[in-house]
């Protein structure tokens, strides 16, 4: 960690040491836990560490600020209480004598968890991961910040239940999100309302993100689990996890938005449907839910995108089939038939048996006739047409074109977002600016697959950009301006200057603005001006003295003697 500080309040720098910022006059006394980093530090000399948001087995989330970016940020540290004892003075983590190899297995499982998320950097229900990077002896995630709410807390302020395609609505970028995670191999394993967050305007995301050792009951770590919410085989020392465990977590969501309670099983282990639990909602979604609430994982719903596809289902009254009922007369209800009746019809049926079999031996061994139609293919009667047609597939319409349209718009778009699951890629493009979508898989026009899966091919824009022109601007603005531009890779450097005006600036780049980069494969440099170092005078030569010109005695001239007095 850096010997400077940070203000969390005005976010000036400082000399560390000092009790509150020299600026603002805030207060730098640190609150945080102990064993925790402490408020006001800077970490990888990047960040300010505010106070901290949450602990759990795994690791302590905090506030903080990005002095390069100038933004707020939430930063992830890993640090297992199970296999941690302390944090030395210089902040590296001291892992527990004994405990060296499960702390590295896990710390490698937790970096690889949140290298695959990164991939999913824009996805909607997806908390943006901005960064990730290893200090201290262990590794932090940073997150962007976004102002909202947990879903408890935003639905404690509900004055009545949502209806349920209120709360579906609420919940489909989490649906989606999910389903991305799936299509990479990884599983949340954390669903609950506590973990679920809403925005200002309206827009939920998934949050509390963790590996599998934290989410099961038998692991190294604390495990951190969510009564009511959390599969059964999370308690398991046997059972496996898969996507089928966050179909369990996000159905009891939508279970508790519904009846107003945490899903909670009764004897038996089997939790009452929403139904039976008086819940205003159509048949199928109290069904449909039950299904994904199953205790064995089998007998399950497997999939986010099956989950979706019964939710959807509209309400069509189903035909019962005829039901004969016996009639009743004389108060008693005749339900068999006596054993001779049995008998009579056993030895018809014998008989008809022989004569089939006697029929068919005589017919193997006479000549066909000419016109025998036997070994022609037969034609279906029309009875038989009517019987044999298959059930119709359900017409899910076809897709519109989504080429030419931006991605922000259509993940906004929530008629889209309910019909259609999004699968993203990206490619360089000279033809499409960036963030438009390029190419759609199936086309515009062909039939809504069963799945409703879209696969959509996004631009990155031109892999030659323009480099702007970035100079004495802050970190803060060359980043916004190099990206705005499409320049991805880029340094800072500091340098240091004499110039106090360009102090923090940026002063030259390693190539000329307006020339052209390949965003894939090159880096551009921008340096900047460090703290101004005023000049070292140079003295002024001391004069040598001149010394004073040699002091001579001089000699006196001898005054000759008076002349004698006359006589």
Known sequence: MSEERFCISCHSAFPAGQDKCPFCGTSCKNENPGGTLPSSSVLADK????????????????????????????IREYLPVTLCSKRDENGNIVVREGSEV????????????????????????????????????????VFEAKKSVTLTEWLNKQTELLTFEQS???????LLGLSAMHELGLVHRGICPDNISI????????????????????????????????????????????????????????????????????AGGVCPTLKQMGADVPGYVSKALDAAMQAAPLSRTQSISELRMQLENSAKPKVAAAVRRPAAGNGAVRTGMDDRTKTILLIAAGVLVAVLVLWLIIRSVLPKKPDDTSSLPQSTTSSQASSATPTATPDRGTL???????????????DYNQKYVFTISEEFS???????????????????????????TVSKGSKQVEIPNVLNLTRGDVKAKLEAA????????????????????????????????????????????????APT????????????????????????????PAA
């Open 47 to 74: 960040y300010t560490i505010g106070r901290v948001r949450d602990l759990d087995g795994e690791g302590i989330y905090y506030d903080a600020f990005d002095n390069e970016g100038k933004e707020p940020v939430i």
């Open 102 to 141: 499960p702390y590295k297995t896990t710390l490698v499982d937790f970096v690889d968890f949140y290298k695959e998320l990164m991939r999913l950097a824009g996805r909607p229900g997806i908390a943006r991961v901005l960064s990730l990077f290893k200090a201290n002896n262990t590794a932090y995630v």
């Open 168 to 174: 579906y609505q609420l919940l489909t970028p989490v």
């Open 199 to 266: 925005t200002a305007d309206g827009k939920s995301y998934l949050t509390g993100y963790a590996t599998l050792s934290l989410r099961s009951l038998a692991s190294d770590l604390k495990p951190s689990l969510y009564d009511g919410y959390s599969a059964p085989e999370q308690y398991s020392t046997t059972e496996f996890q898969g996507a089928y465990t966050d179909v369990y977590s996000i159905a009891a969501v939508m279970y508790k938005m519904a009846a107003g309670t945490a899903p909670i099983a009764g």
């Open 400 to 414: 519109p074109n989504f080429v030419g349209l931006k991605l922000k718009d259509v993940q906004d778009n929530s």
């Open 430 to 456: 000279d033809t499409y600016t960036a963030g438009a979508i390029m190419k759609q898989t199936p086309d515009a026009g062909a039939a809504v697959p069963e799945n409703r899966t879209v696969q959509l």
């Open 486 to 533: 499409g320049v991805t890779k880029y340094n800072f450097v500091g340098i240091t200057n004499t110039d106090p005006a360009k102090n923090g600036l940026s002063v030259r780049m390693d190539r000329e603005a307006g020339t052209k980069i390949n965003v894939e494969t090159e880096t551009l440099t921008v340096y900047f001006a460090e703290d101004a170092v």
């Open 537 to 564: 005078p140079t003295p002024e030569p001391t004069p040598t003295p001149t010394p004073p010109p040699p002091v001579t005695e001089a000699t006196p001239t001898p005054t000759p003697p008076s002349p004698p």
